[in-house]
């Protein structure tokens, strides 16, 4: 089985500083691992993916995440908070194994900006 | 751009009503899915479609089923709608490893 964990329901940050959103994995094989941002009442938008190659991966909206294989962990980061970043961001992987587009989501993280 | 378009934004049913939400992607996906959306549970997979009248079921199918007539449409059905199916239904369709989310239909049934 795949699993997704987001061990922060809630993250607050000052508009300007950096963030970083959390995310741990479990899966057979190796992963891909998306990240997805939902702005109220939409669905859900696609931020970035990591397939493989380099482990920094650069998505929309100034966004990265970097995939470490040793801690299971694909983290989204941003260097700079703006305040129309505040949204609900979901982690999800796919294990290769499976062969299929089938995503196992994360809870979400609720990002909020701080003016 | 992909779209993926969903039949109804807001929904409201009664308890037992036979209830059905549409999706329909312009992108000739094979892929198609259905979730539900709660709070502190995240997307959870309802069922999903690989091709033309093919489907499998998610990690919550109980009290649902789809139906893939054509490739562009994938529909959710509620045999018997009851209050625990209150929630936010997000349709996806997916090419290459990328999921194309509709904007969702947030169903209430009292």
């Known amino acids: 089985a795949q699993s997704v964990a987001q061990p922060e329901d809630q993250v607050n940050v000052a508009e300007g500083n950096p963030l970083t959103v959390k995310c741990t994995y479990s899966?057979?094989?190796?992963?891909?691992l998306f990240w997805y941002v939902q702005y109220p009442n939409r669905g859900l938008q696609f931020l970035l993916k990591?397939?493989?190659?380099?482990?920094l991966v650069k998505g929309s909206y100034g966004f990265e995440a970097e995939f470490n294989k040793s801690q299971t962990s694909f983290h989204l980061k941003k260097p700079s908070a703006l305040v129309s970043d505040s949204a609900l961001y979901f982690c999800?992987?796919?294990?290769?194994?499976?062969?299929?587009?089938?995503?196992?989501f994360g809870t979400g993280t609720r990002l909020t900006i701080i003016p | 751009d992909v779209k993926v378009t969903q039949s109804s934004r807001y929904l409201v049913k009664r308890t037992g009503e036979k209830v059905f939400l549409e999706c329909v992607q312009d992108?000739?996906?094979?892929?198609m899915f259905w979730y539900r959306q709660d709070p502190g549970l995240g997307l959870r997979l309802i069922y999903f479609?690989?091709?033309?009248?093919?489907?499998e079921k998610g990690d919550i199918p109980e009290g649902y089923s789809v139906s893939r007539e054509k490739k562009e449409r994938f529909s959710l059905i509620l045999e018997s709608a009851s209050t625990n199916q209150t929630s936010m239904y997000l349709c996806?369709?997916?090419?290459?490893?990328?999921?194309?989310f509709g904007p969702g239909t947030r169903l209430t049934v009292t």
């Open positions: 899966v057979s094989g190796n992963p891909y």
């Open positions: 990591y397939i493989t190659g380099d482990n």
């Open positions: 999800a992987v796919n294990g290769v194994s499976f062969g299929n587009e089938k995503l196992t």
């Open positions: 479609s690989y091709d033309v009248k093919m489907k």
């Open positions: 992108m000739d996906h094979e892929n």
């Open positions: 996806a369709s997916s090419s290459i490893h990328e999921q194309y």
